[in-house]
């Protein structure tokens, strides 16, 4: 039984303690037997070490996007949310589902509504169209991201990991990157005033752990991993699927790569 | 110098002056020491808090229903796909109980039938799917495995099934056709069916010669459509389709 | 925040196709719409004003120095819908303190200043000092101080030291042509550069942008020299107003071939968003490109003063008396003001008003009160008016009003 999406589950059985001890134990201590669990400590991008470091520049994220694997239940969209609290109205996406039907008559209909995060509509015809499926989408986290080129503060940028994030306190909300960005990742935020988007939940891979989206997806279409290490995920993803990206026409290089992607995505 | 440019200088050398020690103030102390941006900003970020903690998590006390659920259908579902982020719960267990989704409603949102899900996944309709009862009365959630499965392939391939039923090839079981081992129930995506390769194939029952019931339409292998394979122009599944 | 939701379910309502989720909320709206307008303005009332010092058009003389005064009124007034349209304008002075050098934006904050305190704020400087100096000789109170403290300490009134203002004025003119273009021109390059948005992703749009600048800076200085005048009881210079007419005709013809140029490229190549542009067009953005922007704002204008100014023929291809043709160069200059207005909202709007996914369109649902609202911008623009009517108050720019240096003593 392979697992394509988790970065190596324990092998040996739990102790066998009496389980009010070791909860009474969690109970007490759960964020530090979290990351005791996946083996990596907090981060300090200020340079203060506990343990081992994190280590930015040892790594280079992206993500692979089965689009054969997606079911449309909308999952990840919905813990996406949860994880980054993300205002709950449609109009706030760090990532969404979109549903492409390719009529027979060669008109595609797509929809979004609010995100995939309720589902979709139930559509019970058969016919009248010659292909379907959904296709997850979010921040590129582009190699040559066209955002952060014209923030004119510095308040976006590029980790040295790959991630492309927003320092929601330098910010000065003039909407340039909202403009700048092809694919519609970002927006507003209603309540910081602040560019906001997908931020590969980086409080989470920082530590260890996988985005919210990548976690929750039920079919293992979403792949995390590192983009130039053989060993990762995301390597095999790469190498066994043909892979296309989202605009490769303008050139911003995006890291989220998907295999079995339709023409008629755009 | 003319005195309009030493008023001048003076007013601008003033103004600059006056930039520079503003910025040297203003500026954060953490700009510029990654990159064009504010350093602190990346600490800011990664100080969030967690809410989904991850299958391991859960593990650490509900190792019994993990490894039911390990070996069984859903075991790429994530617990905190159904259940839904666990860190609350972690924190205070008995106070924080994460909800066990139980009504017939939460499943369909992944199997309830859906053209646009991937072929082989399996769907049902939700209305017509054993009415009214709740899901977890048939199928364990951790092991969801359904306690029989009337029709073998029909199960996950719904639709083909659908279409075939209504078609001239409705009397022909799946695997007339594809042949396909128990693995595939398994791993599905790993151990694929055969599909027939070559026109003698479908020859087998259609061509003139073969010995297969009178009512079969015949055509001559040799010329009809003879540059194609069979199935490029009839649906296998719908072969009366135009 | 309620109401915000409340109009972006409206929003969600009334859009036709698919747009991205994130795309509901339009980002930059009638603030933004205000913004390059104005700066348009700022730059070609200086373009008009430098006609007169650096080609030396001797006819436009009157309005040399309500062109300067004009633009330093709009330029004041430029910062503020950008201000009010940040969502932290507390901060806004990062943009000096750590600009990225890969951003058009960030060049703003120091374009602008180059352009006020290098460009403009000297260049009414050279030309003023004399009056200054002049004025203040005669005057008491404020006014007096007020002069005083402007002239900076030089009050040196040789005969050299003038020649020295009218040299120093000539330069910062010459130097200031390039920068009035920069000023605008940036602006243009700002949109221009987006390559996600193919509306605006166009080498063109910093040419059109600054020749619709120039045509609306002209057709301003028109209309403000034809009102002042009638709220002075002073009668207009006719050949001064001719002249301005046949430059605007001019820069409107140049204008109106580069948008031209534009539209036919675009149906001609027929890339992607050809479709999805093309019923934005004919959908959202008819009242606003078809009749205001193309009719109303260009062709009507250019008809009109075609047919009248004397650009191509001595007394115009078709000659009407005084009163008539400054009433018809009055409706034209106001035309214009619609039509680049449009201009501006079709480019800003515009670009919005489509999805990225290019199957999809939505609405712009401006709001009447608040900062983004309608009466915000109105005010906005209103407020130049105010502050000219300050600066004629403090620097008459009337030819009547200037100063006469005495007699130099040797």
């Known amino acids: 039984m392979t697992n394509q999406a988790r970065p190596g589950i324990p092998a040996q059985s739990p102790p066998a303690d009496s389980p009010l001890d070791r909860r009474a134990f969690l109970k007490k201590g759960w964020p530090a037997t979290l990351l005791l669990l996946v083996a990596k400590v907090v981060p300090s991008a200020s340079g203060e070490t506990k343990g081992a470091e994190y280590q930015a520049s040892e790594h280079y994220y992206g993500m692979g996007i089965d689009v054969g694997k997606c079911i449309g239940c909308g999952r990840c969209a919905d813990a996406c949310k949860t994880e980054n609290d993300v205002p709950r109205q449609p109009f706030y996406f760090f990532t969404w589902i979109e549903r492409y039907v390719i009529k027979t008559d060669g008109e595609t209909v797509v929809e979004s509504p609010n995100g995939g995060i309720e589902g979709f509509p139930p559509t019970l015809t058969e016919t009248g169209f010659l292909r379907t499926f959904f296709v997850p989408k979010l921040c590129n986290h582009c190699a040559s991201p066209p955002c952060v080129q014209v923030c004119p503060v510095g308040a976006t940028f590029t980790t040295p990991d790959g991630v492309v994030l927003v320092g929601k306190d330098y910010c000065i909300g003039c909407r340039y990157c909202i403009q700048a960005c092809p694919y519609g990742a970002r927006f507003l935020h209603p309540q910081t005033h602040t560019a906001a988007k997908c931020t590969f939940c980086y409080h989470r891979v920082t530590k260890g752990l996988l985005p919210a989206c990548v976690g929750v997806c039920p079919t293992g279409a979403r792949i995390f991993g590192e983009v130039h290490l053989r060993t990762s995920p995301l390597a095999r993803f790469r190498r066994f699927n043909e892979i296309q990206v989202l605009k490769p026409h303008l050139n911003t290089e995006p890291k989220v790569y998907y295999a079995n992607l339709d023409g008629e995505v755009k | 110098m003319p005195q309009q440019i030493s008023r001048l200088l003076i007013l601008f050398t003033l103004l600059i002056l006056g930039l520079v020690v503003a910025r040297h103030y203003l500026v954060p102390k953490t700009f510029g020491r990654l990159g064009h941006y504010r350093a602190a900003a990346v600490d800011a970020i990664v100080a969030r808090n967690v809410k989904y903690v991850g299958r391991e998590a859960c593990a650490s006390c509900h190792d019994d229903i993990v490894k039911i659920h390990s070996l069984a259908r859903h075991q790429t579902v994530a617990c905190e796909a159904c259940h839904g982020p666990g860190a609350a719960h972690m924190e205070a267990p008995t106070e924080h109980k994460p909800p066990a989704p139980r009504k017939r409603g939460s499943c369909p949102l992944c199997h309830g039938y859906d053209p646009s899900r991937p072929t082989g996944f399996p769907q049902i309709d939700p209305v017509a799917h054993n009415p009214v009862k709740p899901c977890i009365t048939c199928h364990n959630p951790h092991a969801p495995e359904p306690p029989q499965v009337p029709g073998e392939c029909s199960a996950c391939h719904g639709q083909i099934a659908r279409t075939k039923a209504v078609s001239h090839h409705a009397l022909l079981p799946c695997t007339r056709c594809h042949e396909t081992s128990q693995q595939h129930k398994v791993t599905p995506r790993l151990s694929r069916p055969t599909k027939p390769r070559d026109r003698a194939f479908c020859g087998e029952c259609h061509a003139k010669d073969a010995r297969s019931p009178k009512e079969i339409p015949r055509i001559d292998m040799a010329s009809h459509g003879k540059r194609y394979a069979c199935w490029q122009c009839h649906y296998p599944h719908n072969p009366e389709l135009r | ?410």
């Open chain 3, 1 to 410: 925040m309620e109401p915000l939701a409340r109009q972006l379910q409206t929003v969600l309502q009334q859009v036709s196709g698919y747009i991205y989720p994130n795309e509901v909320e339009l980002q930059w709206g009638l603030l933004i719409v205000v913004y390059p307008y104005v700066t348009g303005l700022v730059a070609g009332a200086f373009i008009l004003a430098s006609l007169e010092r650096v080609f030396n058009v001797k006819e436009v003389q009157p309005t040399y120095r309500l062109s300067l005064l004009t633009a330093l009124a709009f330029l004041m007034v430029a910062p503020l819908p950008l201000l009010a349209h940040l969502g932290h304008p507390e901060r806004a002075f990062e943009i000096f303190l750590t600009p990225n050098l890969h951003s058009a934006m960030a060049m703003f904050g120091f374009v602008y200043a180059w352009y006020l305190m290098v460009v403009l704020l000297l260049e009414i400087w050279f030309d003023y000092r004399k009056d200054l100096i002049i004025w203040s000789r005669n005057e008491k109170g404020l006014r007096r101080l007020i002069h005083r403290v402007l002239t900076l300490g030089a009050m040196d009134l040789s005969a050299r030291a003038l020649r020295f203002d009218q040299g120093a004025g000539r330069l910062i003119t010459l130097i200031g042509i390039p920068s009035a273009f920069l000023l605008h021109g940036y602006v243009g390059f700002i949109f221009g550069s987006v390559k996600a948005n193919p509306w605006w992703s166009s080498v063109l749009i910093p040419i059109v942008f600054l020749f619709s600048a120039i045509v609306s800076g002209i057709a301003l200085v028109l209309l403000l020299y034809m009102l002042t005048s009638w709220l002075r009881w002073k009668s207009v210079d006719m050949i001064c107003l001719d002249k301005l007419a046949s430059f605007l005709l001019y820069a409107l013809i140049v204008d109106f071939s580069l948008e031209m140029l534009d539209f036919i490229h675009r149906l001609y190549e027929a890339e992607e968003s050809v479709k999805i542009l093309s019923l934005m067009i004919s959908s959202r953005l008819f009242l606003s490109l078809v009749i205001l922007q193309v009719l109303v704002g260009t062709l009507l204008p250019l008809l009109a003063l075609g047919v009248l100014c004397p650009a191509f023929r001595s007394k115009g291809l078709v000659q009407v008396p005084d009163e008539l043709r400054r009433l018809i160069y009055f409706g034209a200059g106001t035309l214009i003001q619609i039509g680049i207005f449009s201009t501006r909202w079709n480019v800003v709007i515009g670009g919005q008003l489509f999805s990225k996914s290019l199957r999809g369109l939505t609405v712009y649902k401006m709001e009447l009160l608040g900062l983004e609202g309608l009466f915000t911008s109105g005010g906005l623009l209103l407020l130049p008016f105010l502050i000219l009517y300050v600066l004629i108050v403090v620097l008459p720019p009337w030819p009547d009003a200037e100063a006469r240096v005495p007699a130099p003593e040797s």
